[in-house]
């Protein structure tokens, strides 16, 4: 995806050139001025059947206060890793992400899923699904709203029927169980039934069963979709923490072939060439 990789590295490289803060400071002008009138007067659109429209192709993006590598996470609150629970944090230490402050030039991210959960055709989980620079797409119909991600082709089915809930004894999912509901311009997912053999992110942090993730979805502006994502998982995690994700709308793209491979024999093939 030459133009798509090509964007994400112009991004990259505005994100990490200049300061949010000097950028926060240069406001004042009447063009900007006139920016925040528009945007205060815009209006989100809504379908036939009266609910938001978020319908469309959406590319992630790095926020402009994202520290180095929440690029493949979505931290943004002021600790580089949310305190974890005894359990949790030998969790996190037995990782080794590609990504993150535990990142190591034998990570095994990429090439072992039974320890790594990178690109071993393993479904990614939630919120993770996220933080991967890979286009979703939205698709609204009454009562559901679809998110079909590039990544692996995943797709996650949201009913947001009124009164709908979480059925009891559920099996674990890799992605979870999903309920969804509007509040107002707002559509808020809850999802629970998660097993435990993915992370939250690129970067290795990890959860238990226990995991409980809440994720609100909004479009505050036409080319902009937010999501802000609440992490709750008593077993991993001291306390509930918070991050968010942002993505571009990107009305001409479409969902291209992404084909995964087996990686579990990588490390075998890998090795068979250092030794010729």
């Known amino acids: 995806m030459p133009r798509r990789l090509l964007h994400w590295t112009i991004a990259l490289i505005a994100v990490l050139g200049c300061s949010y803060a000097l950028l926060a400071q240069t406001g004042g002008s009447s063009a900007q001025s006139q920016s925040g009138a528009a945007k205060s007067a815009w209006q989100v659109p809504k379908t036939a059947w009266g609910e938001p429209d978020f319908s469309g192709m959406w590319e992630p993006k790095m926020p402009p206060s994202a520290r180095e590598y929440a690029g493949y996470s979505f931290i943004s609150h002021k600790d580089a890793v949310p305190l974890m629970t005894p359990w949790g944090k030998q969790q996190y230490l037995s990782t080794k992400p590609s990504w993150g402050p535990l990142a190591t030039p034998d990570s095994t991210d990429m090439v072992n899923p039974t320890t790594g959960k990178e690109i071993g055709c393993f ?10 620079p890979f286009p979703t797409k939205i698709v609204q119909i009454p009562g559901v709203v679809y998110f ?110 992404m084909i995964c491979e087996d990686n579990i024999t990588f490390n075998d093939l890998k090795n068979q060439g250092k030794e010729q």
């Open 148 to 257: 079909l991600y590039e990544f692996n082709h995943f797709v996650r089915e949201i009913y947001t029927h009124e009164g709908r809930e979480h059925p009891k004894d559920e099996d674990p999912w890799w992605m979870g169980h999903s309920v969804g509901w509007w509040e107002g311009n707002t559509l808020v997912m809850d999802t629970v039934d998660f097993n435990d053999k993915t992370w939250i992110d690129r970067a290795g942090l990890p959860h238990s069963d226990q995991l409980h993730v809440i994720e609100r979805v909004t479009r505050p502006e036409q080319n902009k979709l937010h999501v802000d994502i609440t992490i709750d998982d008593p077993q991993a995690y001291t306390k509930t923490w918070s991050g968010f994700r942002e993505l571009e709308f990107e009305p001409t793209w479409h969902i291209t072939e």
């Open 123 to 132: 479904p990614t989980g939630v919120p993770r699904i996220w933080v991967h």
